[in-house]
């Protein structure tokens, strides 16, 4: 496949444990994001991957967030200790490149929808 | 703050009829700006983007936008609705990491 996947499609636990969540960027993408997608706060950036590197790290909602990116290819964002407001739709994009000036488009998952019970 | 406003949550269109979807930003500077759409249950598609030059851009499925710069407005158009058009729009710019900062989206129904 040529688009960004995302695994799993769906994911239910309970509240205190932890997940983690895979994203498989477009071959190439030399850049990579995390947003999650809630009704209450609608869609919010979470962080982002030049290579492997995480510049940034304060869109990250709290210290139980964590994401890590492997062989400049496939990123995990793990979620520790989840609690109810951790449930969202987490959706990941890659882009050739990144940066306030970057052209490139970035192309979207189809996102994990969370649900902490 | 950089934000993006999307005054309209919810619009609703006769099939056949036109359409316009408000947005409206804050940033420093001018902005690289996005329009993006979500069916349910899928992902976000790329409509069309603006960078700089013509200030009215083209973009896929028959949309259009017209960049603004006095009114910090980049609104989406479309002269004749289908009812696959129904989805979320979401108005987006690249925030200073290259990420995406987007409006609260706009829910577009089609009657028939």
């Known amino acids: 496949g040529a688009g960004v996947s995302q695994s799993p499609s769906n994911k239910v636990t309970e509240k205190g444990k932890d997940v983690e969540l895979r994203c498989d960027p477009i071959?190439?993408?030399?850049?990579l994001y995390w947003y999650r997608q809630s009704l209450g706060q609608g869609l919010e950036f979470l962080i982002y991957?030049?290579?492997?590197?995480?510049?940034?790290k304060s869109g990250l909602p709290s210290d139980r967030f964590s994401a890590e990116r492997t062989g400049g290819s496939v990123s995990t964002l793990t979620i520790q200790r989840t609690q109810q407001e951790d449930s969202a739709v987490y959706l990941c994009a890659s882009s050739l490149t990144s940066g306030r000036l970057s052209t490139d488009t970035q192309y979207f998952g189809p996102g994990t929808r969370l649900t902490v019970l | 703050a950089q934000s993006v406003t999307q005054p309209d949550i919810h619009i609703t269109v006769s099939e056949g009829a036109s359409l316009e979807l408000r947005c409206n930003y804050s940033y420093g500077a001018t902005p690289y700006l996005f329009w993006y759409v979500q069916s349910p249950g899928q992902g976000l598609q790329l409509l069309l983007k603006?960078?700089?030059?013509?200030?009215l851009v083209q973009g896929i499925k028959g949309f259009e936008a017209e960049f603004k710069r006095s009114q910090s407005s980049f609104n989406l158009r479309k002269p004749s609705v289908h009812w696959s058009d129904a989805a979320e729009y979401f108005c987006a710019f690249r925030g200073s990491q290259g990420n995406l900062i987007f409006g609260k989206g706009t829910k577009l129904s089609v009657k028939p």
């Open positions: 991957f030049q290579g492997n590197s995480a510049p940034d």
């Open positions: 603006y960078f700089s030059g013509d200030t």
């Open positions: 071959s190439g993408h030399t850049a």
